[in-house]
């Protein structure tokens, strides 16, 4: 189980964005399950992160040759990480999730595996609901 109180702490400020636990995302996302999704395009899905006293937005991005570029992404990160006092109408950045693994993927009908790359990048933002940015104010 993630520490759901960071989350708490990037949104009051009194922390800045940081690398977040994928348990953490998992646990208030309810392991990204359909039920919390909110919305999806071409370069990932978005769901709706439940908090003890707000809610927040994690895009799960599907890093591909066709999508997102990881040189692309890590530059966002650090453009996000640097906004320490958001500028009106600009969502806060609370944080992110970044890595790399193998896994051994069996051919169907064969004995063979394949090691296949698997990469999970996640971002984390305040969610503002049900109006436009240029309505919401600090």
Do not use: A, P, W, Y
């Given at each position: 189980?993630?520490?759901?109180?960071?989350?708490?702490?990037?949104l009051s400020g009194l922390e800045k964005p940081t690398d977040l636990a994928l348990a953490l995302l998992q646990?208030?996302?309810?392991?990204?399950?359909?039920?919390?999704?909110?919305g999806e395009g071409g370069f990932g899905e978005v769901y709706k992160g439940v908090l003890q006293i707000s809610i927040v937005v994690v895009k799960r991005i599907i890093v591909s040759e066709h999508t997102v570029d990881d040189m692309l992404l890590?530059?966002?990160v650090k453009n996000l990480m640097t906004i320490i006092i958001s500028p009106q109408n600009v969502v806060h950045f609370l944080g992110f999730f970044s890595n790399?693994?193998?896994?051994a993927i069996k051919f169907p009908g064969s004995a063979d595996f394949v090691f296949a790359?698997?990469?999970?990048?996640l971002l984390c933002f305040e969610c503002i609901s049900n109006r436009s940015l240029d309505k919401h104010r600090d």
């Open positions: 189980m993630g520490d759901r109180n960071v989350l708490e702490r990037i646990e208030i996302t309810q392991n990204f399950s359909e039920q919390r999704k909110i890590d530059r966002e790399t693994h193998c896994e790359e698997k990469r999970e990048r």
